[in-house]
């Protein structure tokens, strides 16, 4: 009996390399007729030792074609873009979905997420230690929202459903966009207290954010930030179209 699930364990692992292969440059893995982007450390951690899949400025095709058949390429893989040498991402239309850690850990400057793209997979780590992150536009809902880049200046989010303890930490930010709803902040409850300056990992940063960043908000909803615990300590409030 082992030696049959040992069997049917090498064949399932043996089709799915198969499946994953890399064409001009980028990893995906190939089912159907879709194409996932991939990061080829899941195949083996050592698999690069000392590299990194993906380097400088990256351009996902809409298709791609491997052994005379067509696939779309419709979906940003598991930490697909990790990797600090990495410059820029530049997406195709075809994209529907990415796992909320598509990005983790990458080196881009600039994000953009459109809002037809959808979470495949939301493990709470979404757009973490991203330390050359400077500019984000996240339009797409989004739960949980973590942008933790040290060198943050601009974010703008638009369904934004939740936003996790220590998503604003960047003492570069200037502005914060928020569209649709007012986002409510997953707080760290010590002693069954509510921390209101979790989003922004205690209240020395905070502090930064209060005095310094101006939170844009949607016309006509300035009386609810005002009430809210968070969003209403900012001295900068300004509503826009």
């Not at 069997?7 to 194409?35: C, E, N, P, Q, R």
């Not at 991402?89 to 850690?101: A, F, K, Q, Y």
Request: charge should be negative; aromatic fraction near 14%; charged fraction near 20%.
């Amino acid at each position: 009996m082992r030696k049959i699930i040992c069997f049917l364990l090498v064949s399932l692992l043996s089709m799915h390399l198969m499946a994953v292969k890399k064409i001009d440059g980028i990893w995906y893995d190939l089912s159907g007729d879709t194409a996932i982007v991939y990061n080829p450390k899941h195949l083996n951690p050592n698999y690069y030792p000392g590299e990194e899949p993906y380097i400088g400025d990256v351009v996902i095709p809409s298709e791609v074609i491997s052994d005379d058949k067509v696939y779309t390429v419709t979906t940003l893989g598991s930490t697909c873009f990790n990797g600090k040498k990495l410059h820029s991402v530049e997406l195709p239309n075809t994209i529907r979905w990415m796992h909320s850690d598509s990005y983790y850990g990458s080196g881009i400057e600039y994000l953009e997420i459109p809002a037809y793209i959808k979470i495949k997979k939301n493990n709470g780590n979404s757009f973490y230690a991203m330390s050359n992150l400077k500019t984000a536009f996240i339009y797409c809902t989004f739960d949980n929202m973590v942008l933790s880049g040290s060198n943050l200046r601009f974010a703008l989010l638009g369904d934004c459903k939740s936003i996790k303890e220590n998503c604003f930490t960047s003492q570069k930010m200037q502005k914060i966009v928020l569209f649709e709803n007012i986002p409510p902040v997953t707080s760290c409850v010590q002693y069954g207290e509510y921390d209101p300056n979790a989003a922004f990992g205690g209240i020395e940063n905070a502090r930064y954010y209060y005095n310094n960043v101006t939170l844009y908000i949607p016309q006509g909803s300035l009386q609810n930030y005002l009430r809210h615990p968070t969003w209403g300590q900012f001295l900068h409030i300004e509503e826009i179209d």
